[in-house]
Nanobody, 121 residues
Framework: QVQLVESGGGLVQAGGSLRLSCAAS??????????MGWYRQAPGEQRSLVAR???????NYADSVKGRFTVSRDNAKNTMYLQMNSLKSEDTAVYYC?????????????WGQGTQVTVSS
């Protein structure tokens, strides 16, 4: 079983920055083999991909955040990060951590509880 816990959300002015963290814990998995990503969901909208990072460190970003957000991971700390710069009102959403890992030959997907990011104009 794996738990993903996000932190770092809050209220910030447009143009400001926040850094989100996602800490993974539990048993029966090896963090460095977990493919991870950040997703967000605004009220009335579908949850969408923000950024993802593979087990070997390859990254991918939504066009809307490219050049402003950076996803990274620290395998020694079992943690993924999302550095968000030049924040816009459109970035307001609940941000979720996601991880996918094979356990006992079965692919398992996990979600964190989400953390609210609110950007004021």
């Amino acid at each position: 079983q794996v738990q993903l816990v996000e932190s770092g959300g809050g209220l910030v002015q447009a143009g400001g920055s926040l850094r989100l963290s996602c800490a993974a814990s539990g048993s029966g998995f090896i963090f460095r083999t977990m493919a991870m990503g950040w997703y967000r969901q605004a009220p009335g909208e579908q949850r969408s991909l923000v950024a993802r990072i593979t087990r070997v460190g390859t990254t991918n970003y939504a066009d809307s955040v490219k050049g402003r957000f950076t996803v990274s991971r620290d395998n020694a700390k079992n943690t993924m990060y999302l550095q968000m710069n030049s924040l816009k009102s459109e970035d307001t959403a609940v941000y979720y951590c996601n991880g996918d890992v094979i356990q006992n030959g079965v692919s398992r997907n996990y979600w964190g509880q989400g953390t609210q990011v609110t950007v004021s104009s």
